[in-house]
Nanobody, 119 residues
């Protein structure tokens, strides 16, 4: 089975940086896209950055110019470099994977990693 392991969350002051990582393991035949979502208390989960295989990278407007998504395809790993962090970036960040597990196209979610930005 496919498993996503997230790391890199924590507490940081406004203006600081964090780097999240998410490694996928299991019977992955091919990856369609990897992405990052986040959810703040009392709000719906929202897309932060999307990295489709062979496609163009997309960022949510609030993070453009500050966040960078990247992938190491050999390791089936996606990263999110977060710079100039703001308190409004606080939330639970989820790794997202859409891939073929054998012959089956499926969607997978990480357990989430907490990012807290203090004023």
């Amino acid at each position: 089975q496919v498993h996503l392991m997230e790391s890199g969350g924590g507490l940081v002051q406004a203006g600081g940086s964090l780097r999240l990582s998410c490694a996928a393991s299991g019977n992955i035949r091919s990856i369609n896209t990897m992405a990052w979502y986040r959810q703040a208390p009392g709000k719906q989960r929202e897309l932060v950055a999307n990295s489709p295989s062979g496609g163009t990278i997309d960022y949510a407007d609030p993070v453009k110019g500050r966040f960078t998504i990247s992938r190491d395809n050999a390791k089936n790993t996606v990263y999110l470099q977060m710079n100039s962090l703001k308190p409004e970036d606080t939330g639970l960040y989820y790794c997202y994977l859409n891939a073929f597990e054998g012959y089956y196209r499926r969607t997978y979610w990480g357990q989430g990693t907490q990012v807290t930005v203090s004023s």
